[in-house]
């Protein structure tokens, strides 16, 4: 009866072996998938353009002087167009007209030509100026045997080169009033200038 339990328990343990041996490879022989790797790819954005259109840069000014000596007093007029370049700069073109009356012939005098600019703003109230100037400029003459006093003309350039000062207002914060300190690189005393002195000033506006 030993003998018969003993291969009972022997067969029985046989048979478990067996099937777990077999549930084993049916485990293994399962394809398994791979993990997905999800990646996440960022594009580069271009950058925006900001520029602004072209009519945008562009800005409408002009300024005007006054001044006096002992023998004639002038008044300035001058309208300029000028562009606005991305920072710093701004270039244009304007015509300038001064008025002059002589006092000692008491004549009067037209003076007007064309001048082209360039400024560049330092900081938010300071800028450098330049410009150069042809003036069709008139004076008096006297013939030296009438000493009779005639208008005659030639046409003189000027150099200018300074500083100037503004206050700027309104939404896009182009248009202002300012202040300008110049000198008169090509100032010669003996020409027939239109200016008494190679340092002028001048009140600017723009908008």
């Not at 022989?29 to 009519?55: D, G, R």
């Not at 006297?142 to 005659?152: F, L, M, P, R």
Request: one cysteine or more; aromatic letters at 16%; glycine letters at 8%.
């Amino acid at each position: 009866m030993r003998i018969v339990f003993l291969i009972v328990v022997i067969l029985t343990g046989k048979m478990v072996c067996a099937q777990v041996a077999q549930d084993t490879v049916r485990q293994d022989s399962i394809p398994t998938k791979p993990p997905v790797q999800v990646q996440l790819s960022v594009q580069p954005t271009a950058p925006q353009k900001t520029s602004e259109p072209f009519m945008k840069r562009i800005s409408l000014g002009g300024s005007t002087g006054f001044w006096w000596s002992t023998h004639q007093m002038n008044i300035e007029v001058s309208p300029l167009l000028a562009y606005h370049f991305p920072k710093i700069l701004v270039t244009g073109f304007g015509y300038r007209y001064i008025y002059v009356r002589d006092l000692l012939y008491s004549k009067n005098l037209n003076n007007y030509g064309p001048n082209i600019f360039a400024r560049a703003q330092i900081t938010k109230r300071i800028y450098l100026w330049t410009e150069w100037e042809n003036l069709r400029t008139e004076y008096v003459s006297k013939s030296g045997i009438t000493q009779e006093a005639t208008v005659d003309h030639e046409h003189i350039d000027s150099f200018f080169a300074g500083f100037g000062y503004v206050r700027h207002f309104g939404k896009r914060g182009r248009a202002g009033l300012g202040f300008q300190l110049l000198y008169n690189f090509l100032y010669e005393r003996e020409d027939h200038s239109s200016y008494y002195s190679p340092v002028i000033y001048r009140i600017g506006y723009f908008f």
